[in-house]
Each structure stands twice: as structure tokens, then as C-alpha cells.
């Protein structure tokens, strides 16, 4: 189970995750290659848990969004709904909001989690344009929006928004568990997309996954990939273009070997002997006994 904080959209604000232990048709190309089954948690039903984003010029700037902080749970398979014996997972950092004195934190809240944003802000001065007209082209190619404050530069404002978070745990002795990182690059536990201007995100469908470090999914790939709904890493596709071309490198290679070996066409024991003779002829010794 997972907490966001602050947030009071749940009971006792928990999210109880689905297990999951079915391949996804996004990871059907990667279980040819790995005979294994998907298990995992999941969680997709995000609905009124992060506010609004209209990334429009008439809000702009906005700033980066609320910092929220996730922590999760774990509990045995028996007591999945009785949230009252669910556990916490070691290994988080602490939460900021739950150590400023200026925040209002519920001391049964963890205070320790990942900080996650529904979204994050980009503001960059644009140089070498006089008028809003050319400086919007300029702003068209980082995906941002052109407004102008006071006297100063025009600036360009791009986001960035969520689109899933992802967990690595792994046990912590026998009978506790830890958490070790994000599954995207750099570890980062979120994933965050281009917004596009004139958009409005509500946030209802952010992917929330829990994995194990071991996961294949995850040993085989490392880095985040666009083409792939939750990849995190080289491109499933990528990886299939690399495996043909060694499958066909090594056919190759065989090939040359049979042939060097065909090729090579075995000495007889009478030629040896007679190469033999003749050699040793010419240097004026013996020849050799038959």
C-alpha cells in the first residue's frame, strides 16, 4: 500500500495497491527473450489526488507544483485489508514538509518517503528576440509559453508532468522490507512528460508500481525509453534489432569455420614421410627409416 501526503482522499489516506502477476501486453516482446511471469503492484486510479494544471499564459509563472511524499506499506497476504497491520518499508529518505515548521504534518503520518511533484517548471530567459512574435517561435521549440513580466527579458515557461511512479524494494532481513530507489533513470521513482500548451492535467491516471529489485524487467533494462509505456531503459525494439544482428554475426562466424575446416584437407602419413626424405636429401643426413 502507498501514502501520498498531504492528502485526505483515502481511508486513513492509503492507497491499497493490485497484485499483479500477468505479462503486460507492453512487456510481451521482453518474456520472449525472459522466461518469466510479471508480479507486481499496481495502482492507477488517481483521481483528486494531486491538484489541477492548466498550463495556460494567463497562469503563467506557476512554479514547480506541491511536493508530495510517498511512503509505502507491506503487509502478508492474509491481512491485505486490514490496514491496521500493514508495516512500513526502511530505506526512505526524510520527507521535507515533515520536518518545516511551517507545515502542518499529522504526527501519525510517516515522515519519511519519496518526494514526488505532479509537476515542475522550466523558466528560460529568452535572448536575441524583441518582440513577443519572434520569441514565441523561439519558445515553440522547448514546448513552452511566452510571457513577459515587467521590464524584463521575455521568458519561455515549459513543465514537465507525471506520468508514473515506480518503486524498487527489496527485503530487509527476514521479515521486514526496504526500499532502494526509483525504477527510471538516475533511480528516480517518477516520470515526467512534456506538458503541451493549452493542456489541462488532472492527474486521474498516474501509473504507481511496486517492484521487486530483481525483476528482469528491470535487471534488463536501465534507463527511461518514450517508446515503451514503462520501460526503463535501452527500447525492447532496440534490443531485438541487437539480438538478430548478433544471432546473425555468430550464423556468419560459423559458417567461415566450417569452411576453413573443409578446406583444410588433412596431411597424409605418406606425405609426411616424404617431406621428410626430401628434406633431409637436400642437408646431405640420412633419410629417415621406413
Given at each position: 500500500a502507498i501514502k501520498l501526503m498531504p492528502s485526505e482522499n483515502t481511508t486513513d489516506n492509503m492507497i491499497v495497491m493490485k497484485f499483479l502477476n500477468e505479462d503486460l501486453l507492453r512487456e510481451k516482446?521482453?518474456?520472449?527473450?525472459?522466461n518469466y511471469t510479471q508480479s507486481f503492484f499496481f495502482h492507477s486510479n488517481t483521481t483528486l489526488?494531486?491538484?489541477?494544471?492548466?498550463?495556460?499564459?494567463?497562469?503563467?509563472?506557476?512554479?514547480?507544483?506541491e511536493n508530495y511524499c510517498a511512503h509505502l506499506f507491506w503487509a502478508l497476504k492474509e491481512n491485505d485489508m486490514a490496514l491496521e497491520l500493514y508495516e512500513s518499508f526502511q530505506g526512505f529518505p526524510k520527507c521535507e514538509k515533515a520536518f518545516n515548521s511551517k507545515?502542518?504534518?499529522?504526527?501519525?503520518?510517516?515522515?519519511?518517503g519519496a518526494e514526488i511533484y505532479a509537476w515542475k517548471q522550466t523558466a528560460t530567459?529568452?535572448?536575441g528576440c524583441s518582440d513577443k512574435e519572434s520569441c514565441t517561435k523561439k519558445c515553440d521549440k522547448l514546448k513552452g509559453i511566452v510571457a513577459k513580466h515587467s521590464n524584463k527579458d521575455y521568458m519561455c515557461y515549459s513543465y514537465a508532468v507525471l506520468t508514473d511512479i515506480c518503486f524498487l524494494v527489496d527485503r530487509n532481513g527476514t521479515d521486514?522490507?526496504?526500499?532502494?530507489g526509483g525504477c527510471f533513470e538516475d533511480r528516480s521513482p517518477t516520470r515526467m512528460a512534456s506538458a503541451i500548451p493549452g493542456q489541462t492535467y488532472s492527474f486521474e491516471s498516474v501509473r504507481i508500481q511496486v517492484r521487486s529489485l530483481y525483476?528482469?524487467?528491470?535487471?534488463a533494462t536501465k534507463e527511461n525509453s518514450d517508446d515503451a509505456d514503462l520501460s526503463f531503459g535501452v527500447d525492447i525494439d532496440f534490443m531485438f534489432t541487437i539480438a538478430f544482428l548478433l544471432f546473425f554475426v555468430g550464423i556468419l562466424f560459423g559458417v567461415i569455420v566450417a569452411a576453413a575446416v573443409i578446406l583444410r584437407q588433412p596431411i597424409s602419413q605418406t606425405e609426411i614421410y616424404a617431406k621428410t626424405f626430401k628434406t633431409e636429401a637436400l642437408s646431405g643426413r640420412p633419410s629417415a627409416q621406413f
Open positions: 516482446k521482453l518474456t520472449q527473450i525472459y489526488y494531486f491538484p489541477m494544471f492548466h498550463f495556460e499564459e494567463d497562469n503563467l509563472p506557476v512554479g514547480d507544483s507545515v502542518i504534518w499529522h504526527q501519525h503520518e510517516p515522515t519519511h530567459a529568452l535572448k521486514s522490507w526496504r526500499y532502494v525483476d528482469p524487467y528491470v535487471v
